[in-house]
């Protein structure tokens, strides 16, 4: 039997979802050994259960592998969830630079259906903006899938607010996707208030800092080669000793609401804006479970403002992605 937990409206589009969704891309991919396909499956089951229904992949993410698990380990519950997964990239392949041309656009959208084992993707985001195709060819394109029903909903991930107008003014947009959190703010700028402006809903990523958040991580903590986290400056160890700071400002604050550090890293997150929907991503069931209860989790106008006003006196160092990566990851 599912638990209910509290559900979200991205934007003024009506797509409803869970308050916190899943990021699923490190159950194949990225962060070092891959797991067991039938744990995953188990997780995917478990989290369905637990009032989870927002689920998020890429054809990117493997390449492949990853909506290929979802899409076998969810064919039960297919009516119940909102599956979102993303294109733009050659061949699938992150390293190979950008594609959105519209008949690459198209041919994936294809592919990924098979893999999802679905008639219709709930929401396609355009993975990163692609410099060499106009966004409003892609807007388009994508407003001829919804047309052919293929796709229900469009989104953009790390996509600057200019390219955003662009592409809504085309064809409307659901959510954009972006990292935001308590080490990464820079959303609040320009990005929340455009958002806010056009009726879009916002889907953080990793809204944990990549781990770092839950105080699992200290300077001494090593990855392995395959870790995605060895190649980015901000896990470098100088500057994880460097951002403890801001782990022990959770921890202080966790404290005083009797929550986890993750769970408070959640709720600050979603006190921003009720249609903030974040993903946080995790392989172990524990983890899930003390995201979820986040969402009960309230913050109070003075406890935010407390946090705030600490997190103004902490610089965070070191970049989110080496500058090789810049490129196809967005900054």
Partial sequence: MSTVIQTRKLGKSGLEVSALGLGCMGMSFAYGQIPDKKQMTSLLHAAVERGITFFDTAECYGPFTNEELLGEALAPFRNKIVLATKFGFRNGEATQGMDSRPENIKSVVEASLRRLRTDTIDLLYQHRVDPNVPIADVAGTVKDLIAEGKVKYFGLSEAGVETIRKAHAVQAITAIQSEYSLWWRRPEEELLPTLEELGIGFVPFSPLGRGFLTGSLTKDSKFIPTDFRCSLPRFSAEALETNQGLVDLLNSFSK????????????????????????????????????????????????????????????????????????????
């Fill in 256 to 331: 005083q609401k009797q929550t986890t550090s993750a769970q408070l890293a959640l709720a600050w997150l979603l006190a921003q804006k009720p249609w903030i929907v974040p993903i946080p991503g995790t392989t172990k069931l524990h983890r899930i479970e003390e995201n979820i209860a986040a969402i009960n989790v309230v913050l109070t106008l003075n406890e935010m403002d407390a946090i705030n006003s600490e997190l103004e006196k902490i610089k965070v160092v070191g970049n989110r992605y080496p500058e090789t990566l810049e490129q196809v990851t967005g900054k």
